[in-house]
Nanobody, 114 residues
Framework: VQLQASGGGLVQTGGSLRLSCAAS????????MGWYRQAPGKQRELVAS???????NYADSVKGRFTISRDNAKNTVYLQMNSLKPEDTAVYVC?????????WGKGTQVTVSS
């Protein structure tokens, strides 16, 4: 499985961004996909995840502001980020899980200016 993330950038506080992560390879084996983030000096944390059945899970810090979705026809997962805050600044990394393996994409930088 290969993951290609895109959509990061610089935005002002209160702004929005949408991240995309396209999967290729042994796609049928993927069950859960998610987004993690890592800010400088901090540990990587789960932002949101979505199962193949579209059940979602969010970090408390992003509930009500971020929405994860999945387009199975395009093998793509999206993270819509609204009402962005400076503390959302981080490298965002896409993740895909099969029964036996976890795959990671390259990160995309999200910077929220105050």
């Amino acid at each position: 499985v290969q993951l290609q993330a895109s959509g990061g950038g610089l935005v002002q506080t209160g702004g929005s961004l949408r991240l995309s992560c396209a999967a290729s390879g042994s796609i049928s084996s993927i069950n859960v996909m998610g987004w993690y983030r890592q800010a400088p000096g901090k540990q990587r944390e789960l932002v949101a995840s979505i199962t193949s059945g579209s059940m979602t899970n969010y970090a408390d810090s992003v509930k009500g502001r971020f929405t994860i979705s999945r387009d199975n026809a395009k093998n793509t997962v999206y993270l819509q980020m609204n009402s962005l805050k400076p503390e959302d600044t981080a490298v965002y990394v896409c993740n895909a899980n099969t029964r036996f393996t976890t795959y990671w994409g390259k990160g995309t930088q999200v910077t929220v200016s105050s």
